[in-house]
């Protein structure tokens, strides 16, 4: 999703000679960008020392805050190209980092005692929800590839399953866009309402952080809906998370066998790539932490350094999402589009809910 916008003025003369200046320094391209992100994560941590101090307890985390206030920047002002690498940079490489961080705080016992079948479940709730996605969209009148990366961005990762599957279907610059689009609009939705979702319903930690595994887009948006709720939440969701990302892998080889036929070009291309390519370096990073973690490996040292690590650079990147999102892109999207991907994300949830009440996870 673009984040420059001509149609909209930049911010004052000043300030776009100042982003010049910075750029100007060695490495200096990222420099604007990244001031924007960390002025945008000093307010919503003010933000949040206010409201504690408001209501004694902070109802929207600085996590969510930061997303907010970015959002609303970018709805008054575009950023133009010179601030757009160190926004970029905060948004994916700052958060991948977060990522891998984020494996030092977590045992894989934590997953290993729900049981093997918690695993099992997230293959079928996976496989369950894009064939629900996919129906639903062919029913809403969708065409083939429009439905197919619907299903797959709402089932896996969002962006980055849309990302992965359109040169493996053939799907054109149009329908890539319109989906997502929308899903990294909606994304941002579901971050900031699923936190209420404990105390409307009155589910577990432990419960909530499954259900948030299983049904938000992308790996650091669960660790921005969990980090409310708790610990627990934020451990168990990631890690549900990233199974439920793993399994990008396999479908993209099914996709190939697939479509071969139809798109034998492109999907000879995607059925010869690496595992490592399908697979992206910060889960392969949160896992190796995960597991030295687990075996002890780990110095206790600096396991308290990289979690805060890790939570100051998801702040500052939920910032830059916010940054880069444009809410008037659902108007864009369409409404077949805006129906599918709504109704395709209530059936996870409802899919969801009934693998938890299923396995008895208490």
Not at 106 to 131: D, E, F, K, R, T
Request: one cysteine or more; charged letters at 10%; glycine letters at 10%.
């Amino acid at each position: 999703m673009a984040i420059v916008d001509p149609l909209r003025p930049s911010l004052t003369p000043s300030t776009n000679r100042l982003a010049t200046a910075l750029g100007s320094i060695p490495g200096g391209r990222l420099v604007p960008g990244l001031l924007l992100c960390g002025a945008v994560t000093l307010a919503a941590l003010g933000l949040e020392r206010v409201e504690a101090g408001l209501f004694g307890h902070a109802w929207l985390e600085a996590l969510v805050l930061a997303i907010l206030v970015g959002a609303l920047v970018r709805t008054v002002w575009s950023p133009s190209q010179r601030w757009t690498p160190g926004i970029s940079f905060s948004a994916k490489t700052l958060l991948e980092i977060a990522v891998v961080l984020l494996g030092a705080s977590v045992s894989v016992g934590a997953i290993v005692s729900a049981g093997p079948l918690l695993l099992v479940g997230i293959a079928a709730v996976v496989v369950i929800a894009i064939a629900a996605s996919y129906g639903m969209g062919r029913l809403l009148g969708l065409p083939h590839r429009m439905a197919v990366l619907v299903a797959c961005g709402n089932s896996i990762c969002g962006n980055s399953a849309i990302a992965a599957v359109a040169p493996v279907i053939g799907a054109d610059g149009k329908e890539v866009a319109a989906s997502i689009a929308f899903t990294a609009v909606l994304g941002v939705l579901v971050v900031l309402g699923l936190p209420f979702l404990p105390a409307l319903i009155h589910i577990s930690e432990v419960q909530y952080g499954v259900l948030a595994g299983l049904t938000v887009y992308a790996v650091p948006q669960v660790l921005a809906a969990t980090a409310p709720i708790g610990a627990i939440a934020l451990q168990l969701g990631t890690l549900v998370k990233l199974v439920r990302v793993l399994m990008l892998g396999p479908l993209i080889l099914v996709l190939t066998l697939v479509t071969r036929r139809r798109n034998d070009g492109a999907a000879a291309t995607a059925g010869r790539m690496p595992w490592h390519k399908l697979v992206p370096w910060f889960i392969d990073g949160f896992l190796l932490l995960a597991v030295l973690r687990s075996f002890g490996l780990l110095p206790e040292a600096m396991l308290a350094p990289a979690a805060t690590a890790a939570t100051a650079l998801t702040v500052i990147s939920m910032a830059a999402l916010g940054l880069s999102t444009d809410l008037g892109s659902v108007a864009r999207a369409g409404g077949r589009v805006t129906a599918a991907v709504t109704l395709s994300l209530l059936v996870l949830g409802a899919i969801s809910f009934g693998l938890i009440r299923l396995l008895g996870i208490v």
